[in-house]
Protein backbone atom coordinates (compact mmCIF):
# COMPACT_ATOMS: atom_id res chain seq x y z
CA UNK A 1 0.00 0.00 0.00
CA UNK A 2 2.72 2.45 1.10
CA UNK A 3 4.63 1.58 -2.75
CA UNK A 4 1.55 2.10 -4.60
CA UNK A 5 0.92 5.96 -2.74
CA UNK A 6 4.38 6.64 -3.43
CA UNK A 7 4.66 5.40 -6.88
CA UNK A 8 1.46 7.32 -7.33
CA UNK A 9 3.47 10.52 -5.96
CA UNK A 10 6.19 9.79 -8.11
CA UNK A 11 3.76 10.15 -11.32
CA UNK A 12 2.28 13.32 -10.19
CA UNK A 13 5.87 14.86 -9.30
CA UNK A 14 7.16 13.34 -13.42
CA UNK A 15 3.54 14.85 -14.74
CA UNK A 16 4.13 18.66 -13.14
CA UNK A 17 8.15 18.67 -12.77
CA UNK A 18 9.22 21.42 -15.07
CA UNK A 19 11.77 20.00 -18.19
CA UNK A 20 15.10 21.95 -19.26
CA UNK A 21 12.87 21.34 -22.82
CA UNK A 22 10.24 23.77 -21.02
CA UNK A 23 13.09 26.32 -20.28
CA UNK A 24 15.02 26.23 -23.18
CA UNK A 25 11.40 27.13 -24.87
CA UNK A 26 10.42 30.35 -22.06
CA UNK A 27 14.36 31.84 -22.72
CA UNK A 28 13.64 31.34 -26.51
CA UNK A 29 10.05 32.89 -26.51
CA UNK A 30 11.98 35.97 -24.32
CA UNK A 31 14.39 36.23 -26.62
CA UNK A 32 12.74 36.28 -30.01
CA UNK A 33 8.89 37.87 -28.40
CA UNK A 34 6.89 35.75 -30.63
CA UNK A 35 6.01 32.25 -29.80
CA UNK A 36 6.27 31.23 -33.74
CA UNK A 37 9.51 32.17 -34.00
CA UNK A 38 10.37 30.65 -30.64
CA UNK A 39 9.30 27.36 -31.89
CA UNK A 40 10.95 27.29 -35.24
CA UNK A 41 14.66 28.31 -33.51
CA UNK A 42 13.51 25.06 -30.60
CA UNK A 43 12.64 23.37 -33.80
CA UNK A 44 9.19 22.13 -32.57
CA UNK A 45 5.18 23.16 -33.95
CA UNK A 46 4.15 26.59 -32.48
CA UNK A 47 1.10 24.48 -30.55
CA UNK A 48 3.94 22.19 -28.52
CA UNK A 49 5.52 25.48 -27.72
CA UNK A 50 2.42 26.84 -26.56
CA UNK A 51 1.13 24.17 -24.84
CA UNK A 52 4.69 23.61 -23.00
CA UNK A 53 4.83 27.60 -21.84
CA UNK A 54 1.40 27.39 -20.96
CA UNK A 55 1.90 24.06 -18.66
CA UNK A 56 5.00 25.94 -16.95
CA UNK A 57 2.89 28.88 -16.09
CA UNK A 58 0.15 26.73 -15.03
CA UNK A 59 2.52 25.15 -12.75
CA UNK A 60 4.57 28.14 -11.24
CA UNK A 61 0.55 30.36 -10.99
CA UNK A 62 2.18 33.16 -12.54
CA UNK A 63 2.09 34.19 -15.98
CA UNK A 64 5.42 34.62 -17.80
CA UNK A 65 4.02 36.63 -20.83
CA UNK A 66 1.70 39.08 -21.61
CA UNK A 67 0.55 37.79 -25.33
CA UNK A 68 -0.72 40.38 -27.83
CA UNK A 69 -1.30 39.69 -31.89
CA UNK A 70 1.72 40.88 -33.11
CA UNK A 71 4.65 40.77 -30.24
CA UNK A 72 5.02 38.78 -27.01
CA UNK A 73 6.37 41.02 -24.07
CA UNK A 74 8.04 39.28 -20.67
CA UNK A 75 6.67 40.15 -17.43
CA UNK A 76 8.78 41.29 -14.90
CA UNK A 77 8.10 38.50 -12.45
CA UNK A 78 8.95 36.44 -15.97
CA UNK A 79 12.18 38.36 -16.76
CA UNK A 80 13.87 37.19 -13.51
CA UNK A 81 12.38 33.18 -13.68
CA UNK A 82 13.96 33.50 -17.56
CA UNK A 83 17.00 34.96 -16.25
CA UNK A 84 17.63 31.70 -14.05
CA UNK A 85 15.80 29.35 -16.53
CA UNK A 86 19.46 30.78 -18.49
CA UNK A 87 21.82 29.95 -15.84
CA UNK A 88 20.26 26.08 -14.96
CA UNK A 89 20.21 25.54 -18.88
CA UNK A 90 23.94 26.81 -19.13
CA UNK A 91 24.91 24.63 -15.73
CA UNK A 92 23.28 21.76 -17.48
CA UNK A 93 25.12 22.04 -20.68
CA UNK A 94 28.00 21.95 -18.42
CA UNK A 95 27.38 18.71 -16.99
CA UNK A 96 27.38 17.22 -20.20
CA UNK A 97 30.86 18.87 -20.94
CA UNK A 98 32.56 17.33 -18.33
CA UNK A 99 31.05 14.31 -19.27
CA UNK A 100 32.11 14.48 -22.66
CA UNK A 101 35.29 15.67 -22.44
CA UNK A 102 36.70 12.72 -20.39
CA UNK A 103 39.58 15.86 -18.81
CA UNK A 104 40.45 16.30 -21.91
CA UNK A 105 39.12 20.42 -22.64
CA UNK A 106 40.45 20.39 -25.70
CA UNK A 107 38.57 17.81 -27.47
CA UNK A 108 35.38 18.51 -29.15
CA UNK A 109 33.87 20.97 -31.30
CA UNK A 110 34.36 24.69 -30.02
CA UNK A 111 31.93 27.51 -30.49
CA UNK A 112 34.01 30.90 -31.66
CA UNK A 113 32.64 33.74 -31.91
CA UNK A 114 34.70 36.59 -33.85
CA UNK A 115 33.50 40.53 -35.14
CA UNK A 116 33.88 41.37 -38.79
CA UNK A 117 36.73 43.28 -38.31
CA UNK A 118 38.82 40.93 -36.66
CA UNK A 119 37.78 37.51 -38.35
CA UNK A 120 39.12 38.16 -41.97
CA UNK A 121 42.97 39.11 -40.59
CA UNK A 122 43.50 36.75 -37.36
CA UNK A 123 41.38 33.90 -38.26
CA UNK A 124 44.02 32.65 -41.21
CA UNK A 125 46.78 32.95 -38.83
CA UNK A 126 45.18 31.61 -35.50
CA UNK A 127 43.44 28.27 -37.48
CA UNK A 128 46.45 26.60 -38.51
CA UNK A 129 47.87 27.03 -34.81
CA UNK A 130 45.26 25.67 -32.99
CA UNK A 131 44.83 22.60 -34.84
CA UNK A 132 48.69 21.79 -34.64
CA UNK A 133 48.12 22.27 -30.70
CA UNK A 134 44.78 20.89 -30.19
CA UNK A 135 43.77 18.37 -33.39
CA UNK A 136 40.34 17.11 -31.73
CA UNK A 137 39.08 20.53 -31.62
CA UNK A 138 37.27 21.56 -34.74
CA UNK A 139 36.25 24.91 -34.66
CA UNK A 140 32.80 26.20 -35.15
CA UNK A 141 33.40 29.94 -36.23
CA UNK A 142 30.40 32.50 -36.45
CA UNK A 143 31.25 36.07 -37.75
CA UNK A 144 29.10 39.09 -36.68
CA UNK A 145 28.05 42.13 -34.74
CA UNK A 146 29.52 42.37 -31.35
CA UNK A 147 25.76 42.98 -30.16
CA UNK A 148 25.05 39.53 -31.79
CA UNK A 149 27.60 37.50 -30.46
CA UNK A 150 27.31 38.46 -26.89
CA UNK A 151 23.74 37.83 -26.55
CA UNK A 152 24.57 34.27 -28.61
CA UNK A 153 27.49 33.80 -25.72
CA UNK A 154 25.31 34.75 -22.84
CA UNK A 155 22.51 32.28 -24.38
CA UNK A 156 25.02 29.49 -24.67
CA UNK A 157 25.33 29.20 -28.27
CA UNK A 158 28.93 29.98 -28.37
CA UNK A 159 31.43 29.33 -26.13
CA UNK A 160 33.77 32.16 -26.59
CA UNK A 161 34.40 35.34 -28.64
CA UNK A 162 37.18 37.74 -30.52
CA UNK A 163 36.40 41.00 -30.05
CA UNK A 164 37.26 44.91 -29.33
CA UNK A 165 37.01 46.29 -25.57
CA UNK A 166 35.32 47.61 -23.92
CA UNK A 167 33.09 44.98 -23.17
CA UNK A 168 31.18 44.75 -19.92
CA UNK A 169 28.74 41.90 -19.66
CA UNK A 170 27.29 40.29 -16.65
CA UNK A 171 28.29 36.96 -15.79
CA UNK A 172 31.17 37.43 -19.01
CA UNK A 173 34.78 37.93 -18.18
CA UNK A 174 37.58 38.98 -20.56
CA UNK A 175 41.08 38.69 -21.12
CA UNK A 176 42.90 41.49 -23.51
CA UNK A 177 45.34 39.97 -25.87
CA UNK A 178 46.93 42.12 -28.05
CA UNK A 179 46.63 46.33 -28.77
CA UNK A 180 46.36 47.19 -32.90
CA UNK A 181 46.52 51.52 -33.73
CA UNK A 182 44.52 52.61 -36.88
CA UNK A 183 45.86 53.27 -39.84
CA UNK A 184 44.29 55.90 -42.56
CA UNK A 185 44.09 54.18 -46.23
CA UNK A 186 43.44 56.22 -49.48
CA UNK A 187 44.34 56.08 -53.19
CA UNK A 188 47.92 56.62 -54.96
CA UNK A 189 48.38 60.57 -55.52
CA UNK A 190 45.95 61.63 -52.75
CA UNK A 191 46.86 65.16 -51.25
CA UNK A 192 46.94 63.29 -47.71
CA UNK A 193 50.11 60.94 -49.23
CA UNK A 194 52.36 64.14 -48.79
CA UNK A 195 52.23 64.18 -45.03
CA UNK A 196 53.95 61.74 -42.86
CA UNK A 197 51.54 61.11 -40.43
CA UNK A 198 47.34 62.22 -40.30
CA UNK A 199 45.57 63.56 -37.83
CA UNK A 200 42.00 64.32 -36.72
CA UNK A 201 41.37 67.51 -38.22
CA UNK A 202 43.06 66.86 -41.51
CA UNK A 203 40.37 63.65 -41.04
CA UNK A 204 37.55 65.31 -40.69
CA UNK A 205 37.97 67.53 -44.06
CA UNK A 206 38.01 64.47 -46.16
CA UNK A 207 35.34 61.92 -48.17
CA UNK A 208 35.20 59.38 -45.25
CA UNK A 209 34.14 55.70 -45.81
CA UNK A 210 33.31 54.14 -42.44
CA UNK A 211 31.48 50.40 -41.86
CA UNK A 212 27.69 50.48 -41.36
CA UNK A 213 25.90 51.26 -37.98
CA UNK A 214 26.00 47.90 -35.81
CA UNK A 215 30.02 47.91 -36.34
CA UNK A 216 31.74 48.56 -33.35
CA UNK A 217 34.74 49.86 -35.42
CA UNK A 218 32.83 52.32 -37.06
CA UNK A 219 31.81 53.60 -33.33
CA UNK A 220 35.48 53.28 -32.05
CA UNK A 221 36.41 56.24 -35.57
CA UNK A 222 34.07 58.44 -34.42
CA UNK A 223 34.89 58.71 -30.82
CA UNK A 224 38.15 59.28 -32.43
CA UNK A 225 37.22 62.04 -34.96
CA UNK A 226 33.31 63.27 -33.82
CA UNK A 227 34.04 65.88 -36.37
CA UNK A 228 33.64 63.35 -38.74
CA UNK A 229 30.03 62.12 -37.88
CA UNK A 230 28.48 65.94 -38.17
CA UNK A 231 30.25 66.41 -41.48
CA UNK A 232 27.85 64.24 -42.41
CA UNK A 233 25.05 65.63 -41.76
CA UNK A 234 25.95 69.13 -42.83
CA UNK A 235 27.56 68.58 -46.16
CA UNK A 236 25.72 70.46 -48.88
CA UNK A 237 26.11 68.15 -52.06
CA UNK A 238 27.48 64.94 -51.32
CA UNK A 239 27.82 62.92 -47.81
CA UNK A 240 31.28 63.59 -46.22
CA UNK A 241 30.87 59.92 -44.48
CA UNK A 242 30.08 57.20 -47.08
CA UNK A 243 29.06 53.32 -45.79
CA UNK A 244 30.12 50.14 -46.91
CA UNK A 245 29.53 46.49 -45.53
CA UNK A 246 32.48 45.57 -44.96
CA UNK A 247 36.20 46.70 -44.84
CA UNK A 248 37.05 44.72 -48.04
CA UNK A 249 34.67 46.75 -50.07
CA UNK A 250 35.26 49.93 -48.53
CA UNK A 251 39.15 49.06 -49.32
CA UNK A 252 38.56 48.52 -52.89
CA UNK A 253 36.33 52.01 -52.84
CA UNK A 254 39.14 53.95 -51.85
CA UNK A 255 41.39 52.06 -54.88
CA UNK A 256 39.12 53.84 -56.91
CA UNK A 257 39.63 57.35 -55.62
CA UNK A 258 36.17 57.90 -54.17
CA UNK A 259 37.63 58.81 -50.70
CA UNK A 260 39.99 57.47 -47.81
CA UNK A 261 39.20 55.23 -44.75
CA UNK A 262 40.44 54.78 -41.24
CA UNK A 263 41.51 50.50 -40.93
CA UNK A 264 42.80 48.75 -38.10
CA UNK A 265 46.43 48.20 -38.60
CA UNK A 266 46.08 43.89 -39.07
CA UNK A 267 43.88 44.49 -42.20
CA UNK A 268 46.26 46.24 -44.25
CA UNK A 269 49.49 44.32 -42.86
CA UNK A 270 50.61 42.31 -45.57
CA UNK A 271 47.91 43.21 -47.77
CA UNK A 272 48.26 42.73 -51.35
CA UNK A 273 45.06 43.02 -53.26
CA UNK A 274 45.18 46.64 -55.43
CA UNK A 275 48.23 47.40 -52.97
CA UNK A 276 49.54 49.67 -56.39
CA UNK A 277 46.43 51.71 -56.68
CA UNK A 278 45.93 52.35 -52.17
CA UNK A 279 49.00 54.07 -49.70
CA UNK A 280 49.05 53.76 -45.44
CA UNK A 281 49.43 56.40 -43.22
CA UNK A 282 50.07 56.20 -39.62
CA UNK A 283 47.99 59.11 -37.29
CA UNK A 284 49.91 61.25 -34.98
CA UNK A 285 50.26 60.80 -31.52
CA UNK A 286 48.06 59.51 -29.58
CA UNK A 287 46.80 57.58 -32.31
CA UNK A 288 43.68 55.95 -31.87
CA UNK A 289 44.24 52.02 -31.56
CA UNK A 290 42.14 49.04 -30.36
CA UNK A 291 42.46 46.21 -28.27
CA UNK A 292 41.28 42.72 -28.96
CA UNK A 293 40.39 40.31 -25.93
CA UNK A 294 38.68 36.58 -25.38
CA UNK A 295 35.59 36.66 -23.59
CA UNK A 296 33.85 34.02 -22.28
CA UNK A 297 30.81 32.88 -19.39
CA UNK A 298 32.26 32.75 -15.77
CA UNK A 299 30.51 29.02 -16.17
CA UNK A 300 32.61 27.91 -19.37
CA UNK A 301 34.83 24.57 -17.74
CA UNK A 302 37.24 24.56 -20.45
CA UNK A 303 39.87 26.64 -19.07
CA UNK A 304 42.69 24.93 -21.22
CA UNK A 305 40.63 26.26 -24.26
CA UNK A 306 41.26 30.09 -23.17
CA UNK A 307 44.49 29.58 -22.35
CA UNK A 308 45.50 28.01 -25.41
CA UNK A 309 43.59 31.18 -27.57
CA UNK A 310 45.43 33.17 -25.98
CA UNK A 311 48.53 31.59 -26.82
CA UNK A 312 48.17 30.91 -30.37
CA UNK A 313 46.74 34.56 -31.20
CA UNK A 314 49.58 36.19 -29.54
CA UNK A 315 51.95 33.87 -31.42
CA UNK A 316 50.73 35.30 -34.91
CA UNK A 317 52.84 37.29 -36.81
CA UNK A 318 49.84 40.39 -37.37
CA UNK A 319 52.78 42.96 -37.84
CA UNK A 320 55.54 45.02 -36.41
CA UNK A 321 52.61 47.79 -35.10
CA UNK A 322 50.86 45.15 -32.40
CA UNK A 323 51.49 44.97 -29.55
CA UNK A 324 50.69 42.05 -27.05
CA UNK A 325 49.51 42.60 -23.60
CA UNK A 326 50.62 41.13 -20.13
CA UNK A 327 49.58 37.72 -20.32
CA UNK A 328 47.01 36.31 -17.39
CA UNK A 329 45.09 39.94 -17.50
CA UNK A 330 41.46 38.91 -16.80
CA UNK A 331 38.33 41.70 -16.33
CA UNK A 332 35.56 41.00 -14.40
CA UNK A 333 32.54 43.43 -15.84
CA UNK A 334 32.49 46.66 -14.48
CA UNK A 335 28.43 47.07 -13.42
Same mark, same amino acid.
Given at each position: ?????????? &??? !???? +?? /???????? *? $??? @? #????????????????????????????????????????????????????????????????????????????????????????????????? &??? !???? +?? /???????? *? $??? @? #????????????????????????????????????????????????????????????????????????????????????????????????????????????????????????????????????????????????????????????????????????????????????????
Amino acid at each position: MIGSVASRRL &LEY !RDTA +MT /LNELRYIV *A $VAR @E #RHFGRAAEACHISQPTLSVAVRKLEDELSIALFERAPNEVTVTPVGRRIVEQAQRVIEEAAVIKQIASQSQDDLAGILRLGVIYTIGPYLLPHLIPR &LHR !RAPN +MP /LQIEESYT *A $VLS @E #RLKDGDLDVLILSLPFDESGILTQAVYEEPFVVLMPIGHPLEQADVIDSPALAQQDLLLLGPGHCFRDQVLRFCPECNRLSVTSGNMQKTLEGSSLETIRLMVATGIGVTVLPYTSVSGYAHASDLLSVRPFADPAPTRVVALAWRKSFPRHRVIALLDEAIRACPLGEAVRTIEEGVRQEPHL
